[in-house]
């Protein structure tokens, strides 16, 4: 069950005005990469930054994939506990999604994979794991066993690493970098359910982002922008049911099993998209009242909350941005101050 990317997608082309109606004035590429569809828009005569953009996101694709074979991920990950060298690339996310790992106190984990995979999210062949079974597993899982030496990267035999929760906003900060530098002063790029925006719209007004509504085809809120990355991480985005029961792709690393904190979906709006990214899984992993916690603590970026009870949590900087929508237009919105 993959819900969501598409109606955000529609949404977004409604409300930002890329493709189809713009191709006169912008240049799109669409591809499937990372298990999504992506489309990159560049306002202006920018053809070749577009096909740029497209080529960065298969080259990053082939380096990040965990199941590919031919992966720099699927090379460590198979290293039996020897040192391997990675790109430059890969090491520099590794490394920011290390430190990240750590901010928010391991609920972002990125040696989260042999859960994952037991799971069957990797391969779409769910089932539920015994809780022995998770448990054996999660003796594997701890991101501080991951050594770093320059590009030198050794794991622990056993450990293996999943960048899935960092890896499309690691992606839209290195394609609108590459934009930026090819002159592109206003780009909508759509990886999955992330979203980054270079610039504003080429009109100078803000792009409008649709946050999904969980619960159908519409979307539950938006969000005005400029130069920013919005992410979510929502249970409906990747899940699948047994006997009653529905169990989504973000696990708790404490526990093993889907994190319910009572959310939603998490939605992050910074300018660095890979923070965006690992802030929206790991504070869904949180909670709501631990996510508020880490907001007040850390801050750099704002959140839009969608809670199980109906409620949306938002943070003040974005209290003159967003605005809640269909279904939800008529929710509370709970703003949080420092
Ligand atoms: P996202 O859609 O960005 O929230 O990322 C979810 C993906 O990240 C999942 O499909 C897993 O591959 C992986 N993942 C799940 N839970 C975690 C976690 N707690 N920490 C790091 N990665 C995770
Ligand atoms: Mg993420």
């Known amino acids: 069950m993959r819900k969501g990317i598409i109606p955000l997608l529609l949404c977004l082309c409604l409300l930002a005005g890329c493709a189809g109606r713009a191709a006169n004035d912008a240049e799109t590429v669409e591809l499937m990469a990372m298990d999504t569809f992506m489309r990159v828009t560049a306002y202006g005569e920018h053809r070749e930054a577009a096909e740029l953009a497209k080529e960065e996101i298969t080259a990053l694709e082939s380096l990040l994939s965990v199941t590919d074979e031919g992966s720099e991920i699927y090379a460590a990950n198979h290293a039996e506990g020897k040192p391997v060298t990675l790109s430059s690339d890969t090491a520099a996310l590794l490394s920011r999604a290390l430190e990240l790992c750590e901010s928010t106190g ?6 989260i994979y042999p859960v994952v995979r037991a799971w069957g999210f990797t391969t779409d062949e769910f089932r539920v794991p015994e809780a022995d079974e998770l448990a054996a597993l999660l003796e594997r899982v701890d991101y501080t066993q991951v050594s770093m030496e320059g590009n030198t990267l050794t794991l622990p035999a056993g450990v293996e690493l999943d960048l899935g929760a ?11 970098a590459l934009l930026r530098q090819q002159g592109v002063e206003s780009a909508l790029l759509e990886l999955g359910g992330n979203i980054h925006t270079v610039g504003a719209k080429p009109d100078g007004s803000l ?11 519409g979307y539950a809120g938006v969000v005005e922008v400029a130069n920013k990355a919005v992410v979510t991480s929502g249970g ?5 049911e047994r006997d009653g029961e529905t ?6 690393p404490d526990t093993g099993y889907p994190a319910r904190t009572g959310l939603q979906s998490v939605t992050v709006v910074a300018e660095e998209g890979v923070k965006c990214d690992a802030l929206s899984t790991a504070l869904f992993v949180m909670g709501p009242e631990k996510a508020a916690e880490f907001w007040r603590e850390t801050g750099g970026f704002d959140f839009i909350l969608l809670t199980g009870g109906g409620e949306i949590v938002i943070t003040e900087g974005i209290e003159g941005s967003f605005s809640p929508y269909g279904a939800w237009i008529d929710q509370t919105v709970i703003v949080l101050r420092r």
Do not use: N, Q, S
């Open 247 to 252: 169990y989504w792709h973000i696990i708790d």
């Open 207 to 217: 792009w409008r982002v649709a946050v999904t509504d969980p619960a159908g085809d």
């Open 106 to 111: 391991g609920a972002l984990d990125v040696t």
């Open 236 to 240: 409906y985005e990747r899940c699948f």
């Open 166 to 176: 960092v890896a499309k906003g690691w992606t839209g900060d290195r394609v609108a």
